[in-house]
């Protein structure tokens, strides 16, 4: 955001159950998730935009266009799930409500485990502070019923209805989505522009700061092309 900040005007949401967003809710579904992007930009007075997500924030930017075409003008995923299926075993563990439920009751040692794999899921030396400041401002239920929403999600049949221009940034080494799901984007979208990283894993722009950022203001710089 501060980088294409001084190009654009960015605006960040927390989806409900994460981060600064409301917490007592009954359901953190990915299609609640859809709706409130809708509410976000309809209460801001944006009326059409690119979206750009990560991870699950890029299978509800896919969402909003197939639903609310009216709003997305152009939509980048970054290593985003297009079928739950491909997220990684040990996520999808963790979405079990026996799982989830052992995670949070023994935060302290949930905590201790992810600074020890985060070498291995991202190179940058600022990711385990910040994966260690997102799970303390998400809650059990937040965290269990998102996953095991993302989990059952499978887009494929709805990809053929987005009709703007689309990105999907993967990083080859990502070991929490497949680093194949550009793939079913890629055969599912018109218009669909991929983009491959190499060196990176889930998060790519941290692995790989100035190509994530220097490709993605390309793609949104470009002339919208008519479906």
Known sequence: MAFL????????????????????????????FVSLVDQFMDRLGIERA?????????TVSLSVAVQYPQRVSKVV?????????????????????PIAALLFNMMWAFRLAMRVASPFICRDARFPAMMDNDLSRTTVESFLLSIASLRRTDLRPLLSQVRVPAMGMYGDKDNIV???????????IPHTQVERFHKAGHFIML?????????????????????
Request: charged share 25%.
């Open 77 to 97: 995923v970054v290593g985003s799930p297009i079928v739950g299926s491909s997220l990684a075993f040990p996520l999808k563990l963790a979405g079990r409500r």
């Open 5 to 32: 900040g001084a190009f654009y005007r960015t605006y960040a949401l927390d989806f409900w159950g994460f981060g600064e967003s409301e917490k007592k809710r009954e359901t953190y579904a990915v299609q609640d």
């Open 178 to 188: 497949h680093p194949l799901q550009w793939q079913p984007m890629q055969d599912g």
């Open 207 to 227: 692995d790989e700061p100035d190509a994530f950022m220097c490709k993605l203001k390309n793609f949104l710089d470009e002339e919208k092309v008519t479906a």
């Open 50 to 58: 690119p979206l750009v997500g990560h991870s699950m924030g890029g």
